[in-house]
């Protein structure tokens, strides 16, 4: 079975600029997050996505960064115009349905952005 | 609020056994482990679900106290591939619709030498 699929893997922007990433989930999973990882800590939820409506985007920096599931499989996050804060890893991950307690999350490998 | 471990880094040698801590502030329903490794992506080790549930993996099992509101992952007689920053995320209900929404420790970095 593939697993989360994420590009690029790495980026480098001036502030400023725009960026975009792209994420597809392991196949017939309903359930997509976006995750901010700043070095040396945990992952932060950004966004999740049930299908291709928005269940929880509490921490998505709205004024610059929005992010959308429009069929309901492959998504994209966009910063628009990205800071030097920005820099991270942004993990893109799914499960298969949101509404058990305990589902697990299977995560890409990320992408890392560098804004200089 | 975000789940705080401990020790915020470990050194072992192989064969040896170390025990990661997660403690939360608030009430859980379940609480997830994973391992990432240098510019790679986490890795589900396992989840423990309310009911103070102890899961194993191999040389590695957990525990959940759903009164203190911690879990601890216990690794037995360490190998070289155990090295790497583990994280606990926490699921807790807030209003009954949060299921999935985890919130990530600060990890805890593990190196298991020769």
């Known amino acids: 079975e593939a697993g989360v699929a994420q590009s690029p893997r790495y980026k480098i922007i001036e502030k400023r600029q725009s960026v975009a990433f792209w994420c597809n989930p392991i196949s017939g999973h309903a359930t997509l997050y976006w995750y901010q990882q700043i070095l040396g800590q945990g992952p932060k939820l950004l966004i999740q996505?049930?299908?291709?409506?928005?269940?929880?985007d509490s921490q998505l920096p709205k004024d610059r960064f929005s992010a959308e599931r429009l069929k309901g499989v492959d998504s994209t996050l966009k910063i628009q115009p990205a800071k030097l804060e920005d820099s991270a890893v942004y993990l893109c991950?799914?499960?298969?349905?949101?509404?058990?307690?305990?589902?697990?999350?299977?995560f890409g490998p990320g992408t890392r952005l560098l804004v200089l | 609020q975000q789940p705080v471990q401990s020790p915020q880094a470990v050194i072992l040698r192989e064969g040896e056994d170390a025990v990661i801590n997660c403690s939360s502030s608030?009430?859980?329903?379940?609480v997830h482990w994973y391992r990432q490794k240098h510019g790679e992506a986490p890795v589900f080790l396992m989840i423990?679900?309310?009911?103070?549930e102890q899961k194993g993996h191999e040389k590695i099992s957990a525990s959940f106290n759903e009164k203190k509101q911690q879990s601890s992952l216990y690794l037995t007689a360490s190998q070289l591939s155990y090295s790497g920053t583990y994280f606990c995320?926490?699921?807790?209900?807030?209003?009954?619709?949060?299921?999935?929404?985890?919130?990530f420790g600060q990890g805890t970095i593990l190196t298991v030498h020769p």
């Open positions: 423990l679900l309310k009911g103070g």
């Open positions: 995320g926490t699921d807790g209900l807030a209003g009954g619709t949060s299921y999935g929404k985890l919130t």
């Open positions: 996505f049930q299908n291709n409506g928005v269940v929880d």
């Open positions: 991950a799914s499960s298969l349905v949101l509404a058990n307690v305990g589902e697990t999350q299977y």
């Open positions: 608030k009430a859980l329903y379940s």
